[in-house]
């Protein structure tokens, strides 16, 4: 297996500074991002449980 297979999935940009305009668009970047995020923690629970799998402790 490659390692580089293996890599935990990257947390999304947040938006920059400004990038909002505040003026309540149906499709707000603050929205996407959150989108964004909740997506990144469901894949890294996900990646963190097989890492657990594959190398489960010493007891």
């Avoid at 991002?33 to 997506?39: G, I, K, T």
């Amino acid at each position: 297996m490659n390692p580089l297979d293996n890599l935990p999935p990257e947390a999304p940009e947040p938006p920059a500074e400004g990038e909002c305009c505040d003026s309540g668009c149906e499709d707000c970047v603050l929205d996407r991002y959150q989108a964004a995020l909740r997506q990144y923690r469901e894949e890294l629970a996900m990646w963190q449980a097989l890492q657990e799998e594959d190398n489960p402790p010493n007891t």
